[in-house]
């Protein structure tokens, strides 16, 4: 064995937050796949082996398969204010300073800032990645060097690179062009951005050129959709349509989709059906879509999000992604999977007891969808990747609720970050200093006495 992990809760495969009860130990094996899950314990199982490999205790910690990010852009992250701050927050003049920044790309200067992002999602647990990479670039700097940072992660990380055409297909000199080139030199993915193209036409023929490069290479779509507080950029139902008669169905994507939070009722429920035949998935990016939508609103002022929760109980498949971190679209930001979902959940107003543990689901198991990773890549169970997390919460609520780090993050059976408690002391007047520990004094569910 290379390690085995004790006294970890589990969630229960198909039900977002209900825990399988009791605790367990996981084993993974020398190929680095999940080789067994026990009730935790000699007690609970006299037969079972010693102990074997690297030992770690979660502690009664939540065990789940790692973080998911389905939606980031590595290519512009970490260069904020550079070569100027975006004034209006709108996404229109965040393109234009990225397109000023792009005139400076090197390979190295993208490769370093990748690979710091990627750092830090490693340790916060992001194992998996889709990243959209400009290719509105006659060099394609940005592509070769995310190709090049893809191979150095390849070991303990997925990164799928999708090929953007920021500044369009049909708009851009040579967008068509440049977005096959990019599909040649090896991304995995076909992007597109209709609402940005000159006319509605050009949007729908984007749409267009995306799914046949697609189909011609056997990749997935994720195209930038209806990222506007425009009621009348309705781009989502031509993707719908091209995934279903294509048959890319599930393998084809709809990021940010804000224009959504405009629809009207009528409209809405037509493409909820529409949206849930198709198969496609969704990816809401909560800190950018609350920071750039809205902005020419006086008030009421729109949240600008896609609509999450009538989309999740159409039956749609949504997630959560982070975005941008430090560009011209987010000033902020750490590549956090859990603060993602905590934005997104009220953004989205998923703050029942039952919703909370669904925006867990949203940044691990439903982005794990969007990507396409197989049961044997991604998931607890016995002959899966032995690739988690052990979080120092007992569940996703609480996770969530005290944004946690997780206190080891494994890959293929190998640790590759750990974050030690680092207890605070409180010293109240009249008792002895004493650790604060967030949890209700009666336990989780908070029963008195
Ligand atoms: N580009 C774009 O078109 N939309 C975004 N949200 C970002 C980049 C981050
Ligand atoms: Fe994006």
Known sequence: MRM????????????????????YEVRVGPDGRIARISPDGAAADPSAPPAAGVLVEADGGLLTAPFVEPHIHLDTALTAGDPRPNASGTLWEGIA?????????????????????????AAQGVLHVRTHCDVTDPQLTALDALLEVRERVREFMTLQITAFPQEG???????????????????????????????????????????????????????????????????????AALALRSGLR??????????MGSYGGAYSLKLQRLLARSGIGLVANPFANLNLQGRFDAYPKRRGLTQVKEMLAAGVNVAFGHDDVMDPWN???TGNPLQTALVGLYAAQLTGADEIPEAYAMVTDRAARILGL?????????????SFVVLPAPTPTEAIRRQVRPRYVVAHGK????????????????EEPAEVDFG?????QGELP
């Open 4 to 23: 085995t992990v004790r006294g970890a809760r589990l969630l229960h495969a198909d039900r977002p937050g209900v825990l399988r009860p009791g605790l």
């Open 97 to 121: 300073c990225w397109s000023a920044r792009k005139r400076t790309l090197t390979r190295e200067d993208v490769v370093a800032r990748a690979t710091e992002v990627l750092r830090w999602q």
């Open 169 to 239: 297909i049909l708009s851009f000199p040579d967008g068509e062009a440049l977005l096959r080139a990019a599909v040649a030199r090896g991304a995995d993915v076909v992007g597109a951005i209709p609402h940005f193209e000159d006319t509605r036409e050009d949007g729908v023929a984007s749409l267009g050129i995306a799914f046949a490069v697609a189909e011609e290479h056997g990749l997935r779509v994720d195209a930038h959709c209806d990222e506007i507080d425009d009621e009348h950029s309705r781009f989502v139902e031509v993707l």
């Open 250 to 259: 599930e393998r084809a994507t709809a990021s940010h989709t804000t224009a």
């Open 331 to 333: 000033a902020l930001g």
């Open 374 to 386: 197989t049961a044997a890549e991604y998931g607890i169970a016995e002959g899966a990747a032995g």
């Open 415 to 430: 640790v590759v970050a750990q974050t030690p408690p680092a207890p605070t002391l409180l010293s109240w007047p009249g």
């Open 440 to 444: 209700r004094p009666h336990g989780e």
